[in-house]
């Protein structure tokens, strides 16, 4: 049979197996691969909540989705065109997001009849049971070759068979005309220390690679171009460290130096581990013992005069909301990063939502306002986390920047910025005063106070949670304390001034406007650009700034004949924009699954009001 090379624009690769099958990393290492080579890339980790669920087990499925194209890539993809299933029960899981012209790997050894059964099929053929039997089944040995290939590596039948991945991996190389070298790379700085992993791993890989070249199940191989990008370095980075490292940068511009006080909770634990790495660059990071703690010690480190940062998910940030009013009282600058997931409670702590919206706007006791901005792509994680920075330093107030556990794991090649191209940071520090210092008088356009660090002379001060005068002492007055909450709620407001414009994408005027914020972005867009493309009048405005909201946003609202609110969640921008606008008529689209949008939902959403 005569070998063909087909070239594809994009293709969508699903990786599927138990928890402990190692398809995270293959995943990554897959995508790492394609993003050097050139591809457009964007990946979507999906993984079990539960610790260790019960092995071969629908609930203990963990899987990895790649998305490589040779231009925009803006999603992790819908359906996949290729699904590795290293168990019965992955496949199950996942059979549902195959395309009908999909190929689907299967590790046939683990297909006996106990596997099938453990899985919860009601038969003894998943294929007929699942109505994929038109599918592209490769079905191969992969526990069995895995152990003839390695019988001689010295290594135990554990960790034999933990290898499976790399056998699986070193099968989609050949069948998209992956180089090899960058795995063998990662290999050799992952256990210098283990020389016999490395070349384990290594034969494990090249022989899975020969395999899949000499079986006549794969006459095919396909190949997606480099994409066209800009001149520059460009690295593969997760929302997560693209977090990190604007916060890093925020210190940087400002010449403050970064505090981290932190509980680790998932999705948002990966800011802290990065921020630990990075002592060299005047990174003070604190473990602390609960949220409470995290939140109070960064509190006291920006009193103190650092850059002040606390990472969190949603039920961290229920615990943190009295401390937050502390922060908002005081006019202390700090960041709340909040990573969101599943809820309420502990919920489904590994799946996204945008369900922590409403409790950044309003989760706290009295009135307290706090700005609350957005991140809308793993890439962009950077520039929200610097420009949160930017502005909780410049107007002294905390502001919360609201990612998403989508945008937190996953990732797409992100080119590396120049420094010189992002704004100083200007902290409102006073050095000196003439008279006794006053701390809560406030710059006259921006109602911003200035930052007296302790240790100054003459420039002595409380602050706390109770009331103050704008002199700083402790006043129960009350059209003091009403003067004081409206000079508070004025700062957030006046930060409208500072921000951009809100932007659309598509025409000016169109029947329909799409409305999201966060990580629904790329599927938003994605949708609307193929509706676009299909004549349809559509267009699309994505906020990354939701308080305060861009100061022109009746003015985008009054151009389009209907509006349609995107959300993972039942409708927290909606009504919030219902309370802000209301001389606009909302509609809405909402999905509230612990899974990203679909494409094809947005579409058909929209389609249904034009």
Same mark, same amino acid.
């Given at each position: ?10 293709? !969508?690769?699903? +990786?599927?197996?138990?928890? &402990?099958? #190692?398809?995270?990393? =293959?995943?990554?290492? $897959?995508? @790492? ?27 203990? !499925?963990?899987? +990895?989705?790649?998305?490589? &194209?040779? #231009?925009?890539?803006? =999603?992790?993809?819908? $359906?996949? @065109? ?37 899985? #919860? ?490």
């Amino acid at each position: 049979m005569q070998h063909k090379v087909i070239d594809m624009q994009n293709v !969508v690769i699903r +990786f599927a197996g138990d928890s &402990g099958d #190692g398809m995270q990393l =293959t995943g990554t290492l $897959f995508a @790492d691969a394609s993003a050097l080579y050139g591809n457009e890339i964007s990946t979507f980790p999906d993984y079990p909540a539960e610790i260790r669920a019960p092995q071969g087990t629908v609930s203990g !499925v963990s899987g +990895f989705q790649v998305h490589i &194209g040779s #231009g925009e890539v803006h =999603t992790p993809g819908d $359906f996949c @065109d290729v699904l590795v299933a290293m168990n019965p029960a992955a496949l199950k899981a996942n059979a549902k997001w195959t395309k009908p012209t999909a190929t689907i790997i299967i590790d046939i050894d683990a297909f006996d009849e106990a596997g099938i059964k453990r899985a #919860g099929y009601a038969t003894l053929d998943p294929f007929v049971e699942l109505k994929i039997e038109d599918r592209n089944i490769i079905p191969s040995p992969i526990t069995t070759l895995t152990k003839e290939s390695l019988k001689e590596s010295g290594l135990d039948n554990k960790s034999i068979l933990r290898s499976k991945n790399m056998f699986t991996l070193g099968m989609c190389f050949f069948l998209f005309n992956r180089s090899l070298d960058h795995t063998y790379e990662y290999l050799e700085d992952k256990f210098k220390k283990k020389p016999k992993l490395i070349e384990a791993n290594k034969k494990v890989l090249f022989d899975g690679f020969n395999y899949a070249s000499n079986i006549h199940a794969i006459p095919n191989t396909y190949m997606v171009q480099p994409a066209p990008q800009e001149k520059g370095v460009y690295r593969n980075i997760n929302g997560n460290q693209a977090t990190a490292w604007g916060l890093l940068a925020a210190s940087e511009k400002s010449g403050i130096p970064l505090f981290c006080g932190s509980y680790p909770i998932t999705p948002a634990t990966g800011i802290l581990e990065e921020l630990a790495i990075h002592k060299y660059l005047g990174v003070k990071t604190m473990q602390a013992e609960d949220e409470i703690a995290g939140i109070c010690t960064a509190i006291g480190a920006a009193y103190a005069g650092n850059f002040a940062v606390t990472t969190t998910s949603g039920p961290g940030l229920s615990l943190k909301s009295e401390a937050m009013g502390l922060a908002m009282i005081t006019e202390l600058p700090l960041v709340i990063v909040d990573v969101q997931r599943g809820g309420p409670s502990t919920g489904i702590p590994t799946k996204t939502e945008q369900t922590d919206l409403a409790q950044a706007l309003y989760g706290r006791n009295g009135e307290c306002p706090i700005a609350v901005m957005a991140a809308h792509s793993p890439s962009h994680c950077f520039d929200a986390a610097f420009y949160a920075g930017k502005y909780a330093m410049e107007h002294m107030m905390p502001v919360i920047l609201l990612t998403e556990g989508f945008l937190g794991n996953g990732s797409e090649p992100w080119k590396i910025p120049s420094m010189k191209d992002y704004p100083e940071i200007h902290p409102p520090i006073i050095d000196s005063c003439e008279g006794p210092y006053k701390p809560y008088h406030r710059d006259p356009e921006t109602f911003v106070r200035k930052w007296a660090l302790p240790g100054k002379a003459g420039l002595e001060h409380r602050v706390g949670g109770l009331e103050k005068n704008p002199d700083g002492v402790i006043s129960s007055d009350p059209i003091n304390h009403e003067k004081m909450c409206a000079a508070r709620a004025e700062k957030v407001a006046r930060m409208a001034n500072f921000i951009p414009k809100q932007e659309v994408i598509g025409a000016d005027k169109a029947d329909v406007l799409v409305v999201g914020w966060g990580g629904t972005f790329g599927h938003l867009y994605s949708a609307v650009q193929q509706m676009r493309s299909e004549g349809k009048s559509v267009a699309l405005a994505h906020f990354d700034y939701i308080n305060p909201l861009p100061k022109n946003t009746a003015e985008v609202f009054a151009r389009y004949k209907k509006i349609i609110v995107c959300e993972l969640n039942s409708g927290q921008f909606v009504d919030y924009l219902r309370a802000k606008l209301p001389d606009f008529k909302y509609l809405q689209y909402n999905k509230v699954q612990g899974q990203p949008f679909i494409v094809k939902e947005i579409v058909d959403a929209v389609n249904n009001i034009l």
